[in-house]
């Protein structure tokens, strides 16, 4: 079977990418360690996208110090999926982040619509303000092709205490390179 691409996932409905959830490979932890990932979105409407983004990075950070596999979102200029990750800066020059997580094992956890991968990001523990709605995210994550971990799809599922709230959004994630910048968690 010829391995899925980005452009194949591009041109997936929902219904399709969770299919390609469901059939998800486990992640290679030791592979992902200090590496980032051009993400690109494959759920929002194009009205949405115009308003908001279609593309980001996804970086993922192994800290010496505790041995968390933790990682962050930087939001990139908006070249399209093609065009180079270039994020976005503010005024000192840092790179502008959102959704600062840590990688978790899935085993044991009950997650929605039949979902039993190993591996979720958990945007809850990482240090987001209060009022960021990512704070809830439970964000299940596989590996598209087995044994590869150059491509990844990630599902927004919300966990709200004991409930989950599936949301029929999708992204996915394209290896780009090493790690170029390491952040600090945003309570640091």
Same mark, same amino acid.
């Given at each position: 079977?010829?391995?899925?691409?980005?452009?194949?996932?591009?041109?997936?409905?929902?219904?399709? &990418?969770?299919?390609?959830?469901?059939? $998800?490979? #486990?992640?290679?932890?030791?592979?992902?360690?200090?590496?980032? !990932?051009? %993400? @690109?979105?494959?759920?929002?409407?194009?009205?949405?996208?115009?308003?908001?983004?279609?593309?980001?990075?996804?970086?993922?950070?192994?800290?010496?110090?505790?041995?968390?596999?933790?990682?962050?979102?930087?939001?990139?200029?908006?070249?399209?999926?093609?065009?180079?990750?270039?994020?976005?800066?503010?005024?000192?020059?840092?790179?502008?982040?959102?959704?600062?997580?840590? &990688?978790?094992?899935?085993?044991?956890? $009950?997650? #929605?619509?039949?979902?039993?991968?190993?591996?979720?990001?958990? !945007?809850? %523990? @990482?240090?987001?303000?209060?009022?960021?709605?990512?704070?809830?995210?439970?964000?299940?994550?596989?590996?598209?092709?087995?044994?590869?971990?150059?491509?990844?799809?990630?599902?927004?599922?919300?966990?709200?205490?004991?409930?989950?709230?599936?949301?029929?959004?999708?992204?996915?994630?394209?290896?780009?390179?090493?790690?170029?910048?390491?952040?600090?968690?945003?309570?640091?």
């Amino acid at each position: 079977m010829k391995p899925k691409t980005l452009d194949d996932l591009l041109a997936m409905d929902s219904r399709a &990418l969770h299919e390609v959830m469901l059939a $998800g490979h #486990p992640i290679d932890r030791e592979a992902l360690a200090n590496t980032q !990932y051009f %993400g @690109a979105d494959l759920s929002l409407p194009g009205w949405a996208r115009k308003l908001l983004w279609q593309t980001f990075r996804k970086t993922f950070h192994l800290d010496p110090e505790t041995g968390v596999l933790r990682g962050w979102n930087c939001k990139l200029e908006q070249t399209g999926f093609e065009g180079p990750g270039v994020p976005k800066r503010d005024r000192t020059g840092r790179a502008i982040t959102f959704g600062h997580f840590e &990688l978790k094992d899935a085993s044991g956890i $009950g997650f #929605p619509r039949g979902w039993a991968g190993t591996d979720f990001l958990d !945007y809850g %523990g @990482a240090g987001n303000p209060f009022f960021d709605v990512a704070r809830l995210g439970y964000t299940p994550i596989v590996a598209v092709n087995a044994g590869a971990s150059d491509l990844l799809l990630g599902w927004e599922v919300f966990k709200l205490g004991p409930l989950f709230l599936p949301m029929p959004l999708y992204w996915a994630l394209r290896y780009e390179g090493e790690l170029e910048e390491v952040l600090a968690r945003p309570r640091e």
